[in-house]
């Protein structure tokens, strides 16, 4: 799999801020990718809830009803 292209961009970040990360040796671009793919991943896991509430709403209701496939075969 290949290395996904970067793209240069610019940021206004407070520049104490700024300071104290280099002070630290934390690799900012790598820290704001690294943020960005959680929140990312988080936004469109509510987008997906948010999308698909009807139909799991009636998929509990369905197996509230007429239980699991697997409810007769189950050991545990």
């Known amino acids: 799999m290949s290395k996904p292209t970067k793209r240069a961009v610019n940021l206004r970040i407070d520049e104490r801020l700024i300071d104290q990360?280099?002070?630290?040796d934390i690799n900012l671009s790598q820290t704001l990718e690294?943020?960005?793919?959680e929140i990312l991943r988080?936004?469109?896991?509510?987008?997906w809830l948010a999308e698909s509430s009807e139909a799991v709403?009636?998929?509990?209701q369905r197996i509230e009803k007429q239980g699991l496939f697997s409810d007769g075969l189950r050991q545990f």
């Open 57 to 60: 709403k009636a998929y509990n």
């Open 42 to 47: 988080e936004k469109q896991r509510a987008a």
């Open 21 to 24: 990360a280099k002070a630290m």
């Open 34 to 37: 690294t943020s960005l793919v």
